[in-house]
């Protein structure tokens, strides 16, 4: 409908979930689903509860895989803020990011010279129950490296070495 030359739309509409989904931001920029509203901040680290069926019985979906090659190729074009924004939307969709794929978002995050947002992704690994590896740990220490933190680069290493035999 027409309204003083402005298009109006409905405020929102129902889907086949039955969750009510804006069309558009709110006019305060409040959270576009009641659901999404109950969550809280999407800069949380723990990702919303797997909708998707392989994700939830803790195996990695073909969406994930995909998705995460995707991130690799964004990098690899110097478009890491895209890659990093594909991590938020496959977390958005219902699938448990792998280890992989948040080791592709380190990369993403250190290209950026995001280092702040380090600390959250360690989060978001320790709330999804995953181990990392000594690739992981290689990543992060490049990335304290990068940012100009010895001592936290040092310290990683060290941590990786007591705690994963295996990584040395």
Known sequence: MLENGVQLT????????????????????????????????????????????????????????????????????KKSHQAQALFGHLADEGHRPSLVTYTTLLTAVTNQRAFEAIPSLLAGIDAAGLRPDAIFFNALINSFVEAGRMGEATSTFWKMSRHHPGCR
Do not use: F, W, Y
């Open 10 to 77: 409905p405020a929102s509409t129902s889907n086949s979930t039955g969750k009510t989904r804006n069309n558009g931001k709110e006019l305060n920029g409040s959270a576009s689903t009641e659901e999404e509203k109950r969550q809280g901040n999407a800069g949380d680290a723990q990702p919303p509860a797997s909708t998707c069926t392989t994700c939830a019985k803790g195996h990695t979906c073909q969406a994930v895989v995909s998705r995460t090659r995707e991130m690799r190729s964004l990098i690899d074009a």
